[in-house]
């Protein structure tokens, strides 16, 4: 099973900055990658998908990039409804994975 | 606009099955382009993918659940069921059903993407 690290597991920022998460997998999966964004008490949300893709109606401040086994997560200005945990989700031959989780918290 | 909604007991007791349906309003379940599919999440944890299902019935299972889990379809109903059996504490999640959305890529390839999501249901497994 292809397993993703993210990194880092939490991080602490202000509103206004630029914000980069990765995502690392234990095999190459071209661009089947995903991010997610939830909120407690809520569902995700897709964010991203095949890696750079952005999903109609997400804000444009948010961007990913990558390809085989290194992704990124970037969030070019922080906004205060961005305060949330992020999650990577891999697809490769119809199985899912998803990453641990990055908590992003308010400074 | 597509909505999921997950159904089901809130409490199981352990080593019985566990049974939840997803019900899909506002579009059909029976689309070429979509799997249906279970996410649970552990009170303070993160995502964990179960199975997911096609409209005509083929499955593919988080082969560390695989031996205890079942997910089915009934088009005329717009639905599809997860069964998990044997539970134990482990087992008490927050259980999503999801649809995914097939994207062609760059490569001619297909891969699937959960778009939709239900609100969720809260399973608690003890005696």
């Known amino acids: 099973a292809i397993q993703l690290t993210q990194s880092p597991s939490s991080l602490s920022a202000s509103v206004g900055d630029r914000v980069t998460i990765t995502c690392r997998a234990s095999?190459?999966?071209?661009?089947?990658l995903a991010w997610y964004q939830q909120k407690p008490g809520k569902a995700p949300k897709l964010l991203i998908y095949?890696?750079?893709s952005l999903e109609s109606g997400v804000p444009s401040r948010f961007s990913g990039s990558g390809s085989g086994t290194d992704f990124t997560l970037t969030i070019s200005s922080l906004q205060p409804e961005d305060f949330a945990t992020y999650y990577c989700q891999q697809f490769n031959s119809y199985l899912y994975s998803f990453g641990q989780g990055t908590k992003l918290e308010i400074k | 606009q597509l909505q999921l909604q997950e159904s089901g007991p809130g409490l199981v007791k352990p080593s019985e099955t566990l049974s939840l349906t997803c019900t899909v309003s506002g579009g059909s379940i029976s689309s070429s382009s979509y799997y249906w599919g279970w996410i649970r999440q552990p009170p303070g944890k993160g995502l964990e993918w179960i199975g997911s299902?096609?409209?005509?019935?083929?499955?593919y299972y988080n082969p560390s659940l695989k031996s205890r889990v079942t997910i089915s379809v009934d088009t005329s109903k717009n639905q599809f069921s997860l069964k998990l059996s044997s539970v134990t504490a482990a087992d008490t999640a927050v259980y999503y059903c999801?649809?995914?959305?097939?994207?062609?890529?760059?490569?001619?390839?297909?891969?699937?993407?959960?778009?939709?999501w239900g609100k969720g249901t809260t399973v608690t497994v003890s005696s």
């Open positions: 999801a649809r995914s959305r097939r994207e062609l890529t760059g490569d001619l390839s297909y891969y699937y993407y959960m778009d939709v």
């Open positions: 299902i096609y409209y005509s019935g083929s499955t």
């Open positions: 095999q190459g999966i071209s661009s089947a």
């Open positions: 095949d890696a750079s």
